[in-house]
């Protein structure tokens, strides 16, 4: 029987949790106040902060223009693996600002491209945005388990 875990983490930890995992859900406020969670493939950034590409008419986008205040779900590959969930401070970078920043979300993700000057050219093409998430707060590095009052 496995037991449950909520471990208590500084920053330094977090970041080393977060950033080799890739696949999160990312919630912003709906103009109604109900949550809109959109899952997303996420970097970590030079500064430390959560980075997600994106486009300027979806609605996490949007959401995050009109509320910046977010939270993300970064979930480990396995389903029954680590999370952890981060609050923060959301902005939205659109071209010509997002390009440098793309290629950097790029690189943390999947290393370096055969051809950069292909994938710039892509990204305007593509009139791609990103959301930059200062992570402000955040909460244990969780896992699934039974209770521990249930496996001892």
Not at 93 to 122: C, F, K
Request: glycine share 6%.
């Amino acid at each position: 029987m496995s037991t449950a875990r909520a471990d208590r983490v500084d920053r330094s930890e977090l970041l080393a949790f977060i950033t080799p995992r890739h696949k999160a859900i990312l919630t912003t406020v709906r103009g109604d106040g109900r949550p809109q969670l959109s899952p997303v493939a996420i970097g970590v950034d030079e500064q430390g902060r959560i980075v997600i590409s994106t486009y300027p008419e979806r609605a996490k986008t949007a959401n995050a223009r009109k509320d910046a205040q977010v939270s993300v779900c970064v979930l480990s590959d396995d389903w029954d693996g680590a999370w952890v969930q981060v609050d923060g401070h959301a902005e939205v970078l659109d071209m010509p600002e997002a390009l440098e920043p793309l290629v950097s979300y790029y690189r943390v993700i999947s290393g370096e491209h055969p051809d950069w000057d292909d994938y710039r050219q892509a990204m305007q093409r593509q009139d791609k945005s990103l959301i930059r998430v200062t992570i402000e707060r955040w909460g244990p590095i969780a896992t699934g388990g039974f209770p521990p009052r249930l496996t001892q």
